[in-house]
């Protein structure tokens, strides 16, 4: 009987040393949520800013206590970031609002390459002019309707 005294005392004291983890007890924690999420064009990183993160399109499961952000990322294309509500609902369960949380993600533009200068077109330079060769000698004209003999 002493031993089952000593115990119960020291379950009792143990217990008054932890009043934290008493009131732990009656604190409700967050009801989680399945918050479902999608994208265009699918295969995004989605990541809460509460920290749960998959592949587009997926559903995770959150807690449903604060408003929270979802941001999808995709190479070649810009990040997006979505806002995500906890909406209270009198006697039922919290709702998220939007849910399913839905990405269109944009193509990143291309950045322009400078163009190159254009080439200014120049005169072609003079090629250098040779000597002008001296015009054949043509035969002396003779007043004969005939050609002349050679």
Do not use: H, W
């Amino acid at each position: 009987m002493r031993v089952v005294t000593l115990v119960a005392a020291s379950l009792c004291l143990a217990g008054c040393s932890s009043t934290s983890s008493i009131s732990d007890l009656f604190k409700s924690t967050p009801q989680q949520v399945d918050l479902q999420l999608d994208s265009t064009p699918p295969g995004a990183d989605a990541v809460t800013s509460l920290g749960q993160s998959c592949k587009t399109p997926c559903t995770v499961s959150v807690p449903a206590k604060d408003n929270f952000t979802v941001t999808f990322n995709l190479a070649k294309y810009q990040p997006e970031t979505v806002p995500v509500n906890v909406v209270e609902q009198s006697g039922g369960s919290p709702i998220l609002d939007p849910n399913p949380v839905t990405a269109e993600l944009q193509p990143v533009t291309p950045q322009k390459k400078p163009k190159k200068k254009p080439r200014v077109a120049r005169a072609p330079k003079p090629a250098a002019t040779a000597p002008a060769a001296a015009p054949a000698a043509a035969p002396a004209q003779s007043s004969s309707p005939f050609p002349p003999v050679q």
